[in-house]
């Protein structure tokens, strides 16, 4: 049985900043893209981050590009997403999802975790 729990979601001030982790469980982690997405009330789920599965590229939302970063340890069979200069705008809740392909799209994704809740003050 795969599960993706999610954790280091919180209230923040604006500026400040948050680790998320994602550790997986039931699958083979090093074979498997890994996805962060977002879904702020009333709006649809979005595309946050993704690093595939063999390389130490990574790509990133335009909004996000310079203060969030997406890393894996497969030792640890975790991802994370180290998230910086914060907005109000970046109140979510964030989910990891793994997947085949580094995609921004939801749909290439097979597994998703129950998300955590990100609070952004002003």
């Known amino acids: 049985q795969v599960q993706l729990v999610e954790s280091g979601g919180g209230l923040v001030q604006a500026g400040g900043s948050l680790r998320l982790s994602c550790e997986a469980s039931g699958l083979t982690f090093s074979a498997y893209a890994m996805g962060w997405f977002r879904q702020a009330p009333g709006k649809e789920r979005e595309f946050v981050a993704t690093?595939?599965?063999?390389?130490?590229?990574?790509y990133y939302e335009d909004s996000v590009k310079g203060r969030f970063t997406i890393s894996r340890d497969n030792a640890k069979n975790t991802v994370y997403l180290q998230m910086n200069s914060l907005k109000p705008e970046d109140t979510a809740v964030y989910s990891c999802a793994a997947g085949f392909t580094a995609s921004r799209r939801t749909t290439d994704y097979r597994y998703w975790g129950q998300g955590t809740q990100v609070t952004v003050s002003t």
């Open positions: 690093i595939p599965w063999g390389s130490p590229n990574t």
